[in-house]
C-alpha cells in the first residue's frame, strides 16, 4: 500500500515555496499551501500558484489560525518557509520581525504538537508530521570562524537573524521534548530568476537588463564589499527533502563553500551582458544596513556526507540565467509590468 505523502508549506508564495511545491507534486505529494487573507493568491512574481497546489487559509501570527490549518490538511511533512525574509525591513520593525519569523516557529510546532497530542508523557509517535525550518546563514552573523558549519557559534547581526536564531533553538528544544522529528536547514543565500527584486543579486540582474535595454543609465547598490556564499534555490529545496527524509534528524547546513563580493557579482554580471560594471554602478550611502554581515561561505562537509547532496548550478550559471531571464522579461514584458518589477528592486 502506497501511504498518502502531504505537505503543508508556509511561504508558498515565496521563491522557494514555489520551488519546493513544484518539486513535491512531482513527486506524487499532495501539497497544501498557506496564505494569509482570502482567496486563490498570486506568486510574489506575479505568477498564478500552481493550479495543484490546495490553499489553505492561515497565520504565523494566529494560533487558532496554524492548529486549523494543520487539521485541514493532516501533513506527514510541514516545511515552514514563511518569515519576512527581506534583512533590512527587519530593522524598521523589529517586533514584527520577532513575532513573525521567530515566534511564528513556535506556533507552527505547538499547532503539530496540539493536533498530534504530544506532551511531557506522550512523547513521539505515528501520525506525528516532520517538521522543516527554513533556518539561515544570517544566524552565524559576525562570523568568528569561516567556512561557518552546524558547530560555528551564533551571533546575528540584525533582527531578522535574531529571531531566526529563536526559531531554531525552539525546533532543537522541540524535538529533545517531545521526540519530534523536527529540523533546521542552515541555509546560505540562495537565488533564482524569480528571486524577490529587492534581493542584491536579483536587483543586479533586473538592474544590468534594463541598463542593456537602455531603460535606465545606473544602478544604486549598498555595500559593495560583503561577501556572499551565493547558490541556486532550486538546489537548496532538493536539501530540504533530503533533511526530512533522514533516519535521524539533524540539522544541516547547504551551501556552495564559494564565496564571492557583492562587487564580484556586479562585474561578472555586466560583463555577462557586454557592458562594464564601472560606467554603471555607484554606492548609495542609504542602502548600507546599521549593522553588517560582511563575509559568509558554507561548510558542506555534513551535507555531503549525511546527505549525499551538493549543488549543482554554479555562481556563474546563476548570475548568467538571471540576467538572461530578466533580458527576456523586460524585453517581453509589457511597459506597465517591467516597470513594476523595476520599482520593487528601486530603480525605477
Ligand atoms: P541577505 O541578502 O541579507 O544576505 O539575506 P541580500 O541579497 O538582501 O543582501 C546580500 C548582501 O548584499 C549587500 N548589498 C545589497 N543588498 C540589497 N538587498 N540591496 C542592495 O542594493 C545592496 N547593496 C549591497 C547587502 O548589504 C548584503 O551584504 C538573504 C535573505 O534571503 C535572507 O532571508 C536569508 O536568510 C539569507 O539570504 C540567507
Given at each position: 500500500?502506497?501511504?498518502?505523502?502531504?505537505?503543508?508549506?508556509?511561504?508558498?508564495?515565496?521563491?522557494?515555496?514555489?520551488?519546493?511545491?513544484?518539486?513535491?507534486?512531482?513527486?506524487?505529494?499532495?501539497?497544501?499551501?498557506?496564505?494569509?487573507?482570502?482567496?486563490?493568491?498570486?506568486?510574489?512574481?506575479?505568477?498564478?500558484?500552481?493550479?495543484?497546489?490546495?490553499?489553505?487559509?492561515?497565520?504565523?501570527?494566529?494560533?487558532?489560525?496554524?492548529?486549523?490549518?494543520?487539521?485541514?490538511?493532516?501533513?506527514?511533512?510541514?516545511?515552514?518557509?514563511?518569515?519576512?525574509?527581506?534583512?533590512?525591513?527587519?530593522?524598521?520593525?523589529?517586533?514584527?520581525?520577532?513575532?513573525?519569523?521567530?515566534?511564528?516557529?513556535?506556533?507552527?510546532?505547538?499547532?503539530?504538537?496540539?493536533?498530534?497530542?504530544?506532551?511531557?508523557?506522550?512523547?513521539?509517535?505515528?501520525?506525528?508530521?516532520?517538521?522543516?525550518?527554513?533556518?539561515?546563514?544570517?544566524?552565524?552573523?559576525?562570523?568568528?570562524?569561516?567556512?561557518?558549519?552546524?558547530?560555528?557559534?551564533?551571533?546575528?547581526?540584525?533582527?531578522?537573524?535574531?529571531?531566526?536564531?529563536?526559531?531554531?533553538?525552539?525546533?532543537?528544544?522541540?524535538?529533545?521534548?517531545?521526540?519530534?522529528?523536527?529540523?533546521?536547514?542552515?541555509?546560505?543565500?540562495?537565488?533564482?530568476?524569480?528571486?524577490?527584486?529587492?534581493?542584491?543579486?536579483?536587483?543586479?540582474?533586473?538592474?544590468?537588463?534594463?541598463?542593456?535595454?537602455?531603460?535606465?543609465?545606473?544602478?544604486?547598490?549598498?555595500?559593495?564589499?560583503?561577501?556572499?556564499?551565493?547558490?541556486?534555490?532550486?538546489?537548496?529545496?532538493?536539501?530540504?527533502?533530503?533533511?526530512?527524509?533522514?533516519?535521524?534528524?539533524?540539522?544541516?547546513?547547504?551551501?556552495?563553500?564559494?564565496?564571492?563580493?557583492?562587487?564580484?557579482?556586479?562585474?561578472?554580471?555586466?560583463?555577462?551582458?557586454?557592458?562594464?560594471?564601472?560606467?554603471?554602478?555607484?554606492?548609495?550611502?542609504?542602502?548600507?544596513?546599521?549593522?553588517?554581515?560582511?563575509?559568509?561561505?558554507?561548510?558542506?562537509?555534513?551535507?555531503?556526507?549525511?546527505?549525499?547532496?551538493?549543488?549543482?548550478?554554479s555562481f556563474e550559471e546563476l548570475i548568467a540565467m538571471m540576467?538572461?531571464?530578466?533580458?527576456?522579461?523586460?524585453?517581453?514584458?509589457?511597459?506597465?509590468?517591467?516597470?513594476?518589477?523595476?520599482?520593487?528592486?528601486?530603480?525605477?
Amino acid at each position: 500500500m502506497i501511504l498518502s505523502r502531504r505537505a503543508l508549506i508556509t511561504g508558498i508564495t515565496g521563491q522557494d515555496g514555489t520551488y519546493l511545491a513544484r518539486q513535491l507534486l512531482e513527486s506524487g505529494y499532495e501539497v497544501f499551501g498557506m496564505v494569509r487573507g482570502q482567496g486563490r493568491p498570486y506568486a510574489r512574481d506575479g505568477s498564478p500558484l500552481h493550479p495543484d497546489i490546495r490553499v489553505v487559509s492561515g497565520d504565523l501570527l494566529d494560533q487558532t489560525s496554524l492548529i486549523a490549518a494543520v487539521e485541514q490538511a493532516s501533513p506527514t511533512e510541514v516545511y515552514n518557509l514563511g518569515a519576512l525574509s527581506y534583512v533590512p525591513v527587519s530593522w524598521k520593525q523589529p517586533a514584527v520581525a520577532a513575532e513573525v519569523t521567530g515566534k511564528g516557529v513556535l506556533r507552527m510546532l505547538e499547532a503539530i504538537r496540539n493536533v498530534a497530542g504530544l506532551n511531557a508523557s506522550r512523547t513521539t509517535g505515528s501520525g506525528v508530521p516532520r517538521f522543516y525550518q527554513a533556518s539561515t546563514s544570517e544566524m552565524f552573523g559576525k562570523v568568528r570562524e569561516t567556512p561557518q558549519s552546524e558547530s560555528t557559534p551564533f551571533h546575528p547581526r540584525s533582527p531578522y537573524g535574531v529571531a531566526k536564531a529563536f526559531g531554531h533553538y525552539m525546533v532543537q528544544n522541540y524535538r529533545e521534548s517531545y521526540g519530534m522529528f523536527a529540523v533546521s536547514g542552515i541555509l546560505f543565500n540562495h537565488e533564482s530568476p524569480i528571486r524577490g527584486p529587492e534581493f542584491v543579486t536579483r536587483k543586479v540582474s533586473l538592474g544590468v537588463a534594463a541598463v542593456k535595454l537602455g531603460l535606465v543609465d545606473k544602478l544604486r547598490l549598498g555595500n559593495l564589499d560583503a561577501e556572499r556564499d551565493w547558490g541556486f534555490a532550486g538546489d537548496y529545496v532538493r536539501g530540504m527533502r533530503m533533511m526530512l527524509a533522514q533516519d535521524e534528524p539533524e540539522d544541516i547546513v547547504l551551501g556552495t563553500g564559494v564565496t564571492h563580493s557583492v562587487r564580484d557579482l556586479v562585474e561578472f554580471a555586466f560583463a555577462h551582458a557586454g557592458l562594464d560594471w564601472r560606467d554603471h554602478v555607484e554606492v548609495d550611502p542609504r542602502l548600507l544596513r546599521p549593522a553588517e554581515v560582511e563575509l559568509l561561505c558554507a561548510d558542506l562537509s555534513r551535507a555531503r556526507e549525511k546527505l549525499g547532496w551538493k549543488p549543482e548550478v554554479s555562481f556563474e550559471e546563476l548570475i548568467a540565467m538571471m540576467v538572461d531571464n530578466d533580458l527576456r522579461l523586460l524585453t517581453e514584458s509589457e511597459n506597465a509590468a517591467g516597470e513594476a518589477v523595476l520599482e520593487q528592486a528601486g530603480l525605477w
